[in-house]
């Protein structure tokens, strides 16, 4: 547990976790996986098998848990057992596993004696000829491993066997077991004594990938594959006061009263001692004012030219979207229909885009001109029965 600052925060080891990229995650491992079994054939089970097991009895396939140590409770073991009697494979890879499972298999470990290994090198190999069990395998990344020292030779067929040895070893000197196969029921149990053959250290050293390969060859790659997130060493675990309080039944419901009354406090006293909402005056609209300072701004500059040409392109403007008249040519047509729709006369509408057409040829106007132009505009508009004048 670690208190920083009057907190408490959670702790997460990330060994053996399926999304680390770290040397001893399993993000490669998960990835091959879903290439040689499908995608679709890989299942996380991120409950306890106990939990999965109960929910699902009827599913089969290979249940695989890999871990640094793995402890089931008595009512786990018996149900992860239970489930492989009915045909179906159980593939454990620990460090260390409990006396319960071992006496029921009849099997013993003990550590392989580490003196004059001075590089902490360990050699693998596979004992299944179809395997080219003569392929040497190197790992130096463990301080101690396990093996089996006894089992029950009538019913266990050795699959694999490792040795600590000096880093240029070509061939294992003492064969100690540490991957057994067991028939159980009519399924089967495979167990293995080094999970850091699943890692992606492992196997990103070449060639151990073959080695790991060679273990899941014992998989029926045509069933699902229930991949263990539960029994990890990087699964996150709290130890938050607020946790333990809310997995503690009475104190769980003191808490929810507590909050209840605290709530129902604030509802009925903050309604009596509520403060008065002063009033917000909306934002004035200063669109016209902020029209008339830009309109002053120009005219104070001497920019005729540019005002006139402002009230052009507004005029033409709604023509086109209040009478839906196209602008680009102010032909016969274009002044037959302006006139009836705006309820002015032909000549007032020649008249007024002759000079417009004349104010569109020049670069610079008079304050004379400028004045013409607007009175035309407006002496137009007044004439018009439109709803919306400009």
Request: aromatic content about 14%; cysteine-free.
């Given at each position: ?281 909306p934002p004035k609209n200063q669109t016209i004012a902020f029209t008339r300072t830009i309109a002053n ?94």
């Open positions: 547990m670690v208190q920083q600052k009057g907190r408490y925060l959670s702790m997460e080891m990330r060994y053996y976790v399926k999304n680390h990229k770290i040397p001893l995650g399993t993000y490669v491992f998960h990835d091959q996986l879903e290439r040689i079994f499908t995608k679709e054939n890989i299942i996380d089970v991120e409950r306890s098998p106990y939990e999965y097991l109960k929910s699902n009895p009827n599913n089969s396939g290979a249940y695989l848990l890999i871990n640094d140590n793995i402890n089931f409770g008595e009512a786990e073991l018996d149900e992860l057992l239970d489930w492989t009697t009915k045909g179906n494979t159980l593939f454990i890879a620990s460090g260390h596993f409990e006396e319960q499972l071992l006496d029921t298999l009849n099997l013993e470990t003990s550590v392989i004696n580490t003196v004059n290994n001075f590089n902490n090198n360990y050699i693998l190999q596979l004992k299944n000829k179809s395997l080219n069990h003569d392929s040497i395998y190197n790992f130096d990344k463990a301080n101690f491993l396990y093996y089996f020292n006894e089992i029950d030779t009538l019913n266990t067929s050795v699959v694999g066997v490792i040795d600590n040895s000096s880093k240029d070893s070509t061939q294992l000197k003492n064969e100690h077991i540490n991957i057994i196969k067991q028939g159980f029921g009519k399924g089967q149990i495979i167990l293995s004594t080094i999970p850091q053959a699943f890692t992606n250290y492992f196997m990103l050293t070449s060639p151990n990938q073959s080695y790991t390969a060679g273990l899941l060859s014992y998989i029926d790659t045509s069933k699902p594959v229930y991949f263990d997130n539960h029994h990890k060493s990087g699964k996150k675990f709290f130890t938050s006061p607020l946790h333990i309080l809310l997995n503690t039944k009475e104190l769980k419901w003191a808490y929810y009263i507590m909050l209840l009354g605290v709530f129902i406090y604030v509802i009925f006293e903050g309604k009596r001692k509520q403060r008065a909402i002063p009033i917000v005056n701004m120009y005219f104070e500059k001497g920019k005729h030219h540019e005002i006139a040409q402002h009230k052009i392109q507004y005029f033409l403007d709604y023509i086109r979207t209040h009478l839906h008249l196209n602008t680009t040519t102010f032909d016969d047509d274009f002044i037959k229909h302006l006139s009836a729709r705006s309820n002015n006369t032909i000549d007032d509408t020649k008249a007024l885009f002759k000079f417009i057409k004349y104010i569109n040829t020049k670069t610079q106007i008079t304050n004379n001109e400028l004045e013409k132009l607007n009175t035309l505009i407006e002496t137009y508009n007044a004439n018009n029965t439109w709803k919306n004048k400009i």
